[in-house]
């Protein structure tokens, strides 16, 4: 009888395509890593303050697979998830858009789908929650912006506007003026601001808003998890330079960000075909030549990524172990019982060259071959091609603000 939830497994593996089961079920090939993340995690579950790191990786050698393990350590935990890949769509050097793309992926503790505006919609107004909330947009931010929003969705009843704060509280943001205007009209109030919002330079008070109402919420924290780091690579130098600065908001993070562990997984790579081949660090002083707040984060940033522990390739027994999970996943999912050596799986594998993810692979078709005909030839998976960092030759546009 086949099961379910190793076939699903199994699919994930065969397609490459990254999963949260894998990453349950496939946690034990790196226990030194594992245990730095975990020691991590655990510290700022427990005390609250905000940590960051960066680890590189081969291609193809587990990056995303043990951000998928971070993943559901954090639920163990009781924090909130955040996954994204960074790129061209969720750029690092710009945080209102990546606070958006955080926020639509956004799971709360053993959600099996992202969003948390059912916990936004039970708060009434005069409630503990709701008053420590308006008490902390008011004095603890940069601007009180989210002071008067909070304030004019708690109190107003109409659906259509209650969606419009909401949206506001996911990345997409409302005008100044739409928010005085409900302000007035709910409260009798006017609405004055100690000084108008604008993206580009106050996003981060929705980070810091954002994890303050987690941990209201009953959250222990939140994880934030940047898959595919190395893509910031293939960004024009200046993009690249104000993604590294805003790189240590998370690494480095104001006190204000509360109980948040980010984790930037990087192409082990990225030293040699980013870092020193476009000369990152004279590009950097360049661009913030009259900036040197900006420069020592840029620095930072690029000294975290070069001096970043790294994935190393797993020993034959440690592959040995993962091999040998697929065969019983395999036999699992399609309800038989592989009868092979650790040796001859192993054997199976070896034309799909060292990465572990296409070891994966020809071990599946491997058990596949076995499974439709009894018998297995040589397994047909290649190895995978290297990444690359051409930059995109679009231009860059200047960082419109509307508000």
């Known amino acids: 009888m086949s099961d ?35 020691g991590q995690m ?54 209102w858009l990546l606070y958006q793309k955080l926020i639509t992926n956004t799971y709360l503790p053993g959600a099996q789908q992202p969003g948390f505006r ?65 302000f007035r009209r709910i409260t009798g109030r006017p609405a004055k601001f100690n000084q108008n919002f604008s993206k580009t330079k106050h996003a981060m008070d929705y980070f810091y808003f954002m994890s303050h109402l987690l941990r209201q919420i009953g959250c222990q924290g939140w994880v934030l998890l940047f898959d595919e780091a190395e893509l910031m690579g293939r960004l024009g130098k200046k993009a690249r330079a104000k993604g590294y600065r805003e790189m240590q908001a998370f690494l480095r993070p104001d006190p204000r ?7 930037f997984a990087f192409s082990a790579s990225y030293t040699e075909d980013v870092i020193e081949k476009k000369q990152e660090a004279e590009n950097a002083a360049a661009i913030f030549a009259e900036d040197p707040t900006a420069l020592k984060a840029v620095n930072a940033t690029l000294n975290g990524i070069l001096n ?18 697929i065969q019983d996943f395999h036999g699992r999912a399609y309800g038989w ?49 290297k990444e690359t960092f051409e930059e995109d030759d679009t231009p860059e546009l200047p960082d419109l603000d509307v508000f």
């Open 4 to 38: 379910f939830n190793a076939r699903h497994v199994i699919e994930a593996l065969r397609s490459g395509i990254p999963s949260r089961a894998v990453g349950e079920y496939f946690s034990e090939a790196r226990p030194g890593m594992l245990k730095k993340l975990r």
């Open 42 to 95: 655990e510290t700022v579950r427990e005390n609250g303050r905000s940590e960051g790191m960066i680890f590189t990786g081969r291609y193809g050698e587990g990056k995303t697979h043990l951000l998928n393990t971070a993943f559901n350590m954090a639920f163990t935990e009781n924090m909130a998830v955040s996954y994204i890949s960074l790129g061209k769509e969720t750029p690092m050097d710009k945080p």
């Open 118 to 182: 059912e916990k936004l919609e039970e708060l009434t107004p005069g409630s503990s929650i709701a008053n420590e909330l308006m008490a902390y947009a008011a004095k603890r931010l940069e601007t009180d912006r989210l002071y008067y929003l909070l304030a004019a969705f708690l109190n107003t009843q109409e659906e259509e506007e209650r969606s419009v704060f909401l949206n506001d509280l996911e990345g997409d943001f409302v005008s100044g003026a739409a928010i005085k205007k409900s």
């Open 257 to 263: 960000l509360e109980g948040v562990f980010s984790v």
């Open 308 to 325: 970043a522990p790294e994935l190393m390739p797993l020993t034959k027994d440690e592959i040995m172990q993962v091999l040998l999970g």
């Open 337 to 385: 019982q592989p009868q092979v050596s650790p040796e001859a799986i192993y054997a199976a594998t070896e034309s799909g060259g060292y990465l572990l993810r296409t070891k994966i692979r020809a071990a599946i078709e491997f058990f596949d071959q076995l499974y439709q005909y009894g018998e297995a030839g040589k397994t047909k998976i290649t190895q995978l091609g």
